[in-house]
């Protein structure tokens, strides 16, 4: 999804006033808000804004893009669409710098190759003349969108290089060097160039070690989504080869029932390429995509459609006569309906950040967190607000090992979002994408005060009220809960609900019935029920608790979970595997209340009941 950005970087300085408090008026946060649109622009600036995100000063931002680690200054660069590419840089992916005053972006369109738009690209870290090397989707005709004839010329692929350590990207004085889709293919889209290495491609198609690729992401019209793929021909980067539609799905179909993985739709975007192990990066791992699919379960009959999946897959790369990957497994990066546009980028050991928290090669993912559905939110108090949208925080992936499960149909059913790796005696080892907060980030995030909370046992329908809770809209909350065998067929749900009063609450509970953790926004925010565009859909994400062995008996798997709240922004994440993330605009001044809640036959056992409370400034240089 490339949004269309509206708001000037001229405004910072108004926004920097509107945020002392200059120039707002007070806004009772005690009382039932009025309808936020009727407000003055910049009044809510504060209002939902988190601080231990990575957003722009102001404005939209839009999908991630552009990271690399600087192998002069090992800095980790972040990028993301906003007028342009704007960035910052990190050195220990908690706290961030703007790249440019302002944030200022460090390529804007207006070339030759991009009069209209720039759109996402990727960086090869030692490119042009040793100097970090930007591939990026340059446009000249709009709209784009896969429900519509595509027009010919629209997305081409051009170079930029930086010689000023990111500043800015300066653009190369000649055409683009992708400058069409494959010859006669009727194209749904093609942009978002990614960049990579992959020892298993080399061997495959015999290419010199070390090559550079890049995965193209699209579709074809009536046939489906795919990525095209391309080599790089010669060292200046100027002529890349087409290998083919390496990867391909039909239109509208699913992995699966979709159940795991959603749908394919008709169109892919932002596909990233990456090669991991156990513990994160390898240049022999196994192959994964993560990616963004657009139309997901739309009609087949081709309409405009806010559906959007963030999903991952795993497979193999072969080569019988033309080199494909071919897909073994898939589920969501995000499950969240505003949780899009992942992109990541390897951060070596050798990174500044990686130095000081010891950690070995990895791959760093970011997924943007839309503040307005796709901009079908027209409605939302976009200009009392003046800024949409945010980058989740950064998330570490791998292959994750669940050990010691029951030989069940719970394991064996396939397709699903993890297979069989071990087996014996009646026990299987899976395996699946493993998903987690960055380690310095969770770190990070949880330095502060902390308090615990008493375990239970609840076994009665209501909640309890904690006797600790936080007395702000920023902490973690980490717990376990654990689950007799009967939960299954009980229809059992249990979980916590936060930023509680007598007017507004967000629930988070797993459900047995089908397997998925909940978010029920229906009660989060009381300016939901006055102004048009606070969206209050319940979210949901799948997640199997399966039958484990621990110390020779049969149990459920224990829930673990992590919830962390930053201001208005919400993500939850649990067992090492799921992750989703939206938002919880709550209004009052003391929904700050957190309860156990249960409901259902059985019985739930929470334990390790633990909350952080304060977050931190991600931005300590801004104003």
């Known amino acids: 999804m490339k949004p269309t950005f509206a708001i000037p970087l001229a405004l910072a300085s108004q926004v920097a006033s509107a945020v002392a408090g200059r120039d707002a008026p007070s806004i009772d946060y005690n009382s039932a808000p009025p309808n936020l649109s009727t407000l003055a622009n910049h009044t809510l600036f504060n209002t939902w804004r988190p601080k231990a995100h990575a957003l722009p000063p102001s404005g939209k931002i839009g999908d991630p893009c552009m990271q690399y680690t600087d192998p002069k200054t090992g800095l980790f660069h972040v990028g993301w669409l906003h007028d342009g590419i704007s960035g910052a840089t990190t050195d220990d992916l908690a706290t961030y710098k703007d790249v440019n005053p302002d944030g200022n972006p460090s390529i804007i369109a207006g070339g030759k190759n991009d009069p209209l738009a720039v759109f996402d690209g990727s960086v090869i870290p030692n490119g042009i003349d040793g100097m970090p090397t930007l591939l990026y989707t340059s446009v000249s005709y709009l709209p784009i969108h896969w429900s519509i004839p595509y027009t010919r010329g629209s997305e081409t692929q051009s170079l930029a290089v930086s010689y000023d350590g990111g500043h800015n990207f300066t653009k190369l004085d000649q055409g683009p060097v992708i400058p069409n889709p494959p010859f006669a293919v009727n194209v749904t889209a093609f942009r978002d160039p990614y960049v990579f ?28 989504p795919c990525q095209f793929l391309y080599r790089q021909h010669d060292s200046d980067f100027q002529y890349w080869e087409y290998l083919g539609q390496w990867w391909s799905e039909p239109v509208n179909s699913t992995w699966g029932n979709g159940d795991w993985a959603g749908g394919w739709g008709f169109n892919f975007e932002v596909g990233n390429v990456v090669t991991l192990d156990k513990d994160g990066y390898s240049e022999t791992g196994e192959v994964f995509v993560t990616l963004g699919t657009e139309g997901s379960l739309a009609p087949i009959t081709p309409q405009v459609s806010s559906i959007h999946d963030m999903l991952w897959v795993a497979g193999n790369v072969t080569n019988n006569g033309s080199v494909a990957f071919n897909p073994t497994m898939a589920g969501f990066l995000d499950w969240g309906l505003s949780g899009y546009a992942a992109a990541g980028k390897i951060l070596p050991a050798s990174s500044q950040a990686s130095k000081k928290s010891g950690a070995p090669d990895r791959f760093i993912s970011y997924v943007w967190l839309t503040g307005d559905e796709f901009e079908l939110a027209k409605t939302f108090p976009t200009s009392q607000q003046n ?3 945010t980058m989740m925080f950064p998330r570490e992936l791998n292959v994750r090992t669940i050990p010691g499960v029951v030989d069940n149909e719970l394991a064996r059913e396939a397709p699903s979002s993890w297979r069989v790796a071990r087996e014996s005696s009646g026990q299987v080892d899976l395996e699946t994408m493993g998903i987690s907060i960055a380690r310095e980030t969770y770190s990070a995030l949880t330095s502060g005060e902390s308090s615990s909370e008493a375990g239970r046992t609840i076994s009665e329908a209501g909640s309890v009220a904690f006797d600790n809770a936080p ?31 007598d007017l507004e609450s967000t629930s988070i509970y797993y459900q047995f019935s089908n397997e998925s953790i909940i978010v029920d926004r229906t009660n989060t925010s009381a300016a939901s ?21 621990r110390d020779g008996k049969e149990q459920i798997e224990t829930l673990e979970l992590t919830v962390v709240l930053d201001n208005g922004v919400l993500e939850v994440y649990a067992n090492g595997r799921f992750a989703l993330g939206t938002w919880a605009r709550s209004w009052y001044t003391n929904s700050t209340g957190i309860s156990f809640i249960h409901n259902g036959v059985g019985e739930a056992t929470f334990s390790d009941v633990t909350i952080f409370e304060g977050l931190y400034d991600a931005w300590p240089q801004r104003d």
């Open 387 to 389: 800024w949409t949208g």
């Open 471 to 501: 007395s702000s809209k920023y902490f973690v909350l980490t717990a376990n809960i654990s689950f007799p065998s009967s939960a299954r067929d009980s229809g059992l749900q249990s979980g916590f609900k936060i930023l509680s009063s």
């Open 197 to 224: 290495q992959n020892s298993a491609l080399d061997a495959s198609i015999n290419s010199t070690k070390g090559t550079w690729y890049t995965a193209i992401s699209g579709g074809v019209h009536e046939v489906g």
């Open 529 to 549: 029920k006055t102004t048009a565009g606070i969206t209050s859909e319940n979210e949901a994400g799948r997640l199997r608790l399966f039958d484990v062995l």
